[in-house]
């Protein structure tokens, strides 16, 4: 392993250096080239295609918006109409009456800020441990928690629900407790990875020099990593919120409260598990409500959660 | 590390110390040394130890054991809850709609994330709203998804039969008919996720260093053929782990079926997931849903080590 890596570091290098002939935002085909006209229509029919493909995406969106503004005749009409007549924009209050969105939104709301809480005190101290202050059998102890990202949640789901019910040692019950998705959810070897690998990068020359200065490990922690690694917190605090915004099956088992569902489990219930007599614009329209606030968040911190996704790499 | 040497040396040098003394130096010493690193790991070791670390091991005791959601006898059966899950008819059917689940997946799905991230690259205008477009449908939370599909496949009155009634064919069942359904359901999973994976494939196509174009392009490849040459053989790490990514993923395929179908119809889309919900919290048989967990788990890890073994060899043997 070391002797391949001294092998390429040579390449490595030279590929590093610039050089100026070629232009380092060029892609598969050059700049030069897309002035042939032959190349321009090229662009244009791919432009035309991925046009007509983003319907496949914003299609259903914009046919969910038009089911929900639609009369509860016009919304079983065949063929379908693409527009109602007259948008009845009372459906969207009718939902946020009959549906109580605004609880299971809340809900879904104290469910992700206490995962992000979680995640920073487990996640982000046990990643600085493992990258600074390293401790006595920290290199088997990341491997133990590396090993944990071979194994998908849900081969264990039964086990894990059972240690719920019924918590060892303390011996007791979780079930319709905040503390059931929080604390399974902040035992993520994927953040401890990421935030690890982010905390690699500070120099350790700069902890050594606040140590000389007499600050201990929890304020090099708090003073000196937490403040510099803000991009990576903050990316792992936005896919815990669209982790919890996404979760189902967890929650379905363990909060069985219906005044505690997250709005996942709410949707199911409300929308697709029972027949409860709400019309289906209504729902429509309460689904819309659903979606707006990860919709939102998203528009809001596009460019860094994408940025994120590519940072976090090959996260599946 | 010439400070500790010489400390330990003066050490040895000076006169023994009472055994209870140097213990407790030692001690001290490790605490000093280890205590703070420790500290700050117990949250995780706790939280793993008890959420992860320990149902795992659970997992394979279950799965021995006669369990029954409501309490049980506890004892232990060999591998009678195997031999039940393996005598049943369900079992069958699961592997096979699982395996199939993931055939279509890769049919449909695998291709369209390359396709729509080199399209995007290479596009001029508009490429942001692209990203945006295709990306939308992963921010969605996946009930929400589910639903949506469920109205658009209606039968009657429905969006896709609409469309197709256009273009004058028949209505279709969706997922009211066994030939049609689990494939209904895999064009939701690749509608939801195909967005995802498309952004990954744009980080690896903007990591090609440009010169490889640059110089096929002066020994006069056509587009086509850097495509071949070039882009695909630089993209073919980042696509083979993808590969192995979106199977364990479908092996792990629960929301979709148990929301739009239950299994149904005639269980032609109970997948092995559905099929351990099945077995622990309608028939309340732990044992039962434990064994079939565990040989699940078994083809997760396997699939997981080949992912493992492949981006070790990514990382360290050169990019």
């Known amino acids: 392993m070391q002797r391949s890596f001294k092998m390429r570091l040579p390449f490595r290098r030279a590929a590093a250096e610039p050089r100026e002939t070629t232009d380092p935002e060029r892609t598969l085909i050059s700049l030069l080239e897309w002035r042939k006209p032959g190349v321009k229509l090229v662009n244009w029919t791919i432009f035309a295609v991925l046009s007509l493909l983003t319907l496949v995406t914003l299609g259903p969106l914009f046919w969910m918006l038009s089911g929900a503004l639609k009369s509860s005749v016009e919304i079983f009409r065949t063929p379908p109409v693409l527009w109602p007549a007259s948008p009845e924009w009372t459906n969207f209050q009718r939902a946020w009456t009959e549906l109580d969105p605004l609880l299971y939104l809340t809900n879904t709301a104290i469910l992700a800020l206490g995962a992000i809480v979680l995640q920073f005190l487990v996640s982000a101290t046990a990643a600085y441990s493992l990258s600074k202050l390293k401790p006595v059998l920290s290199n088997a102890l990341l491997f133990f928690f590396l090993s944990t990202l071979m194994v998908p949640a849900l081969a264990y789901l039964i086990p894990q629900y059972l240690t719920v019910v019924h918590l060892p040692i303390f011996g007791i019950s979780l079930v319709d407790s905040w503390w059931a998705i929080w604390l399974p959810e902040a035992a993520s070897a994927f953040n401890i990875i990421i935030l690890k690998s982010f905390f690699d990068a500070i120099p350790n020359d700069l902890c050594e020099a606040a140590r000389i200065d007499g600050a201990n490990a929890l304020t090099i922690f708090l003073r000196i990593i937490v403040p510099l690694s803000r991009p990576a917190l903050a990316v792992v605090a936005m896919f815990t919120v669209f982790a919890s915004w996404k979760d189902f099956l967890w929650p379905l088992l363990v909060l069985t409260d219906t005044s505690k569902e997250p709005i996942s489990v709410a949707l199911y219930q409300l929308g697709i598990a029972a027949s409860n007599g709400v019309p289906q614009n209504v729902l429509l329209a309460g689904f819309i409500l659903a979606m707006l606030p990860p919709v939102i968040l998203f528009l809001m911190f596009q460019r860094q959660i994408i940025r994120g996704v590519n940072t976090a790499g090959l996260k599946g | ?319």
């Open chain 2, 1 to 319: 590390m010439v400070a500790v040497a010489k400390r330990a040396k003066l050490h040895r040098q000076a006169p023994p110390a009472p055994l209870a003394q140097s213990v407790a130096h030692a001690l001290s010493r490790f605490v000093r040394r280890n205590g703070a690193g420790l500290l700050f790991l117990l949250p995780a070791l706790v939280l793993f130890a008890f959420f992860v670390w320990y149902p795992i091991a659970y997992g394979f005791v279950l799965s021995f054991q006669d369990n029954s959601l409501f309490g049980g006898t506890g004892s232990w059966v060999g591998w009678r809850n195997f031999h039940r899950v393996l005598a049943d008819p369900l079992f069958t059917f699961a592997w096979r709609n699982t395996i199939k689940y993931a055939l279509y997946g890769l049919l449909f799905g695998y291709a369209i994330p390359i396709v729509l991230a080199l399209a995007i690259d290479e596009v001029r205008f508009g490429k942001a709203y692209f990203r945006l477009a295709f990306y939308l449908p992963v921010i969605i939370p996946p009930l929400v998804t589910v639903f949506l599909w469920r109205y658009m496949y209606t039968p009657d009155g429905g969006l896709l039969n609409g469309l197709l009634n256009l273009i004058h064919v028949g209505p279709q069942p969706w997922l009211q008919s066994p030939a049609t359904a689990l494939q209904s359901l895999v064009v939701v999973t690749t509608w939801a996720n195909a967005g995802g994976t498309m952004l990954i494939y744009l980080a690896a196509l903007q990591s090609i260093p440009p010169e490889l174009y640059e110089a096929a392009e002066l020994d006069g490849a056509g587009i086509f053929s850097r495509i071949w040459h070039i882009t695909l053989p630089q993209i073919r790490g980042v696509m083979l782990i993808m590969l192995i990514l979106q199977i364990i993923a479908t092996f792990q395929i629960f929301t979709e079926p148990f929301t739009l179908t239950d299994g149904g119809p005639v269980n032609a889309t109970t997948t092995i997931m559905l099929l351990i919900y099945n077995y622990a919290f309608q028939n309340a048989d732990l044992g039962m849903a434990s064994a079939l967990s565990v040989m699940l788990f078994l083809v997760l890890v396997t699939f997981s080590l080949g992912y493992f073994a492949l981006t070790r060899r990514l990382w360290v043997g050169g990019e």
